[in-house]
């Protein structure tokens, strides 16, 4: 891979209110990639080890992190406008809510129809299912649903890309569906249809605008829960409307919780592993070849799984609750057609079209000799500072530190204690000379 | 002696770096085995070996030799000879076998037997160390379950950090952790050594505990001497030396009955 590769820039939902930051430590220390550094006063992401995860969104005591989404006026700019709820969006609304109420919500909001990602997660499970059985050179293989892992497997565990299952994530096949039946039923162009994702996470919102693994997103636009919410909550007064699409089952509604994509899936030797955090142990493990015994991984950026999403409102344990028993209610027999889905499987309709390409975050520099230089160098420095990973130097850790002064981005004068040691030593020189007598004076003194 | 007098008394031909023909060399090692070259110490030397690939002009370049022969009349690819041309690292080629050519060259006097001497040129070895080699060094404790397995992650960041090959780093971690957990599981206490070069990845682990009654035995697949207690917590599959030689170039064990093991794996980029 030559340097050359990575010059792209690349686009990012989590962005910074500028006015807001106050320059605290909180989010350096939270984010899971180490890819916020404070400088000047202000936080500022770095471009290449962001994996859009949300943490800072969430960590951020003035609210000065936002993801970037669309606005509903974005509505207007298509003839025939489709949502496409998360399954985590079923599990917001107070108890007794159903589907069919959130879905005519959308549609009094503006939405011409509603196609449940839900139903496509169920399609799709089955389709992974039909990929695990046929394909057992690689174990583990790693879910390709939550855009946010796939990015950390980029950025720092680029040797377990092979273990991404290749197959496309339910919001693209909701949105693929979705097109392909309007045109067939009523003519619509794909360019005419605006297909809008209600979105739990700014991940999502990147991947529509940079998805992984494809060239081109078969959405048009992402829009946050927290955005609709309100819209939606003052409009579930009804369930009357009958969409020209399949309802979904609990099967796929599962989904939005973590462990529902291995329950669809059915299988026994899955794990389901939920949190950035978490998710970083269990790759590495899988990285040092102790899971290969397991079939596939789950792994969810957010803790909960997606209801624990950054631009979600209700409370994760208490949306939990609520989309298991949603799910019950539905009952478990998807509408969905086993054969078709093997069968177009087969033809490739799952498949993501393109490579997903390590975008190695961690090089210290391009040429080896340069690169072992430089950690040596690192490693020396990070002796030298004093481990307390206080954060006031603007970097999230001592180490982190190290790193940003090998690579010339900062100085061990910004450590403070560091500084300290200089001032002490400076004023020791200072208060030594001030002892010192011109010697007409000094046999005076004596 | 010069090099154009080895090329005489070798009948050898050059097969690039005419100009260096007058290079005085001292002392020569004769080796088919990476790991014996790479060990070798002596100053101004020439290699004698029968290895043609990419790794011996790197590994030439990093000993600090001053030319390669190859012997048994073996001639390498087009591409180890540009390597050894940027390198500046002149070829030879002989028919001899290596047992002649090593003879030969004993018996015309080529017999100094001068290591690098890290006193008497401190510079010229710190700039070797430095330059090329980075150490990094963890002391692991036997039964200490709880820190089992963060030394070679902890080593694994640094490989990354580094740009090593994603593959290699794969390889190096996997020997590393089952070096690392063989401690544990076995020893009172031991070092995981990584040595790292821009040629290759040296990894020693060396151990004090009860040592290994039956090496060849121990490398057989799902051979373990582990107590059931340690297999409860799903070690001791009896893959562990294995795998590390499965997943290493070099793979070397030396154990004592009752005073340890040290096993030293290299892993070539």
Not at chain 2, 116 to 144: C, F, H, W
Not at chain 2, 173 to 178: G, L, N, P, R
Not at chain 2, 228 to 250: C, H, Q, S, V, Y
Request: hydrophobic share 40%; net charge neutral; aromatic share 6%.
């Amino acid at each position: 891979m030559k340097a050359g590769d990575f010059v792209q820039q690349y686009y990012h939902s989590v962005t910074l209110d500028v006015d807001k930051c106050k320059g605290c430590t909180n989010c350096i220390k939270g984010c899971p990639t180490e890819a916020i550094r404070v400088r000047n006063g202000k936080a500022h992401i770095l471009e290449n080890k962001c994996i859009d995860c949300g943490e800072c969104i969430r960590i951020c005591p003035n609210s000065a992190k936002y993801a970037a989404t669309d606005s509903i006026s974005r509505l207007k700019e298509f003839k025939f406008k489709v949502a496409l709820p998360a399954p985590s969006l079923f599990g917001q609304f107070k108890e007794g809510t159903s589907t069919k109420n959130i879905i005519y919500a959308l549609k009094k909001i503006g939405f011409d129809e509603v196609y449940e990602v839900s139903l496509a997660a169920e399609e799709v499970s089955f389709a992974i299912r039909e990929y695990i059985s046929k394909h057992k050179d690689i174990r583990p293989l790693i879910s390709s649903s939550c855009p946010a892992v796939m990015r950390l497997i980029q950025v720092r565990f680029p040797e377990l890309i092979k273990n991404i299952i290749p197959i496309k994530s339910p919001m693209e096949i909701a949105a693929r569906r979705a097109k392909e039946i309007l045109n067939k039923e009523f003519g619509y162009k794909a360019e005419e249809i605006g297909v809008f994702f209600i979105s739990p996470c700014p991940a999502k919102a990147t991947s529509v605008r940079q998805p992984i693994g494809s060239d081109k997103s078969y959405l048009d636009g992402v829009i946050s829960i927290s955005g609709i919410f309100g819209d939606i909550v003052k409009n579930l007064d009804g369930e009357e409307f009958k969409s020209i699409f399949n309802s979904s089952s609990g099967l796929g509604i599962g989904w939005g919780r973590a462990g529902g994509e291995n329950l669809a899936i059915g299988g026994d030797n899955y794990l389901a592993v939920d949190g950035i955090h978490n998710c970083i142990e269990v790759l590495e493990e899988v990285e040092m070849n102790k899971l290969f015994d397991i079939d596939y991984i789950e792994c969810q950026a957010c803790i909960g799984g997606c209801i624990g999403g950054a631009l979600t409102v209700e409370s994760q344990y208490i949306a939990r609750v609520k989309i298991r028993r949603l799910s019950e209610k539905l009952g478990f027999n998807s509408s969905v057609d086993k054969n078709k889905v093997v069968k177009q499987f087969k033809d490739g309709y799952y498949n993501l079209e393109g490579k997903i390409l390590p975008k190695s975050s961690l090089k210290l520099d391009d040429d080896l000799v340069e690169a072992i230089r430089k950690m040596e160098l690192l490693e020396k420095t990070v002796k030298d500072l004093p481990g307390l990973d206080c954060g006031s130097c603007g970097s999230p850790n001592c180490r982190a530190l190290a790193e940003d002064i090998v690579k010339g981005q900062a100085n061990e004068e910004d450590c403070i204690f560091k500084l300290r040691d200089r001032v002490k030593h400076l004023a020791g020189e200072m208060y030594d000379l001030a002892q010192k007598l011109p010697p007409t004076m000094e046999t005076k003194e004596r | 002696m010069k090099l154009s007098k080895i090329k005489e008394l070798l009948q050898a031909e050059v097969l690039w770096g005419d100009e260096f023909l007058d290079t005085e060399v001292l002392s020569a090692c004769g080796a088919d085995l990476m790991s014996d070259i790479l060990a070798d110490t002596k100053v101004s030397a020439v290699l004698l070996t029968g290895l043609t690939h990419r790794q011996i002009i790197q590994t030439a370049v990093m000993g600090d030799f001053v030319a390669v022969t190859f012997v048994r009349g073996k001639i390498p690819p087009k591409d180890v000879i540009e390597l050894a041309r940027q390198a500046k690292v002149p070829l030879l080629k002989t028919n001899l076998p290596l047992y002649e050519t090593c003879g030969i060259l004993y018996e015309a006097g080529l017999r100094q037997t001068h290591t690098k001497d890290v006193t008497s040129k401190p510079e010229r070895a710190e700039e070797v160390e430095s330059a090329q080699t980075m150490k990094l060094t963890y002391d692991i404790l036997g039964n200490d379950f709880n820190n089992a397995g963060k030394a070679a992650e902890q080593a694994k960041m640094v490989l990354k950090q580094i740009g090593i090959d994603p593959s290699v780093i794969r390889r190096v971690s996997i020997a590393a952790y089952e070096a690392e957990m063989n401690i544990v599981i076995h020893a009172h206490k031991g070092q995981l050594i990584f040595a790292i070069t821009p040629a290759y990845i040296e990894l020693i682990a060396e151990d004090q505990g009860p040592g290994i009654s039956d090496v060849q035995k121990a490398l057989e697949e799902g051979y373990s001497t582990a107590p059931a207690r340690i297999r409860e917590l799903g070690f001791g599959a009896g893959m562990g030396l294995p795998n590390m030689k499965k997943f290493t170039d070099i793979f070397e064990i030396d154990s004592v009955i009752g005073k340890g093991t040290k096993v030293r794996m290299v892993i070539n980029l």
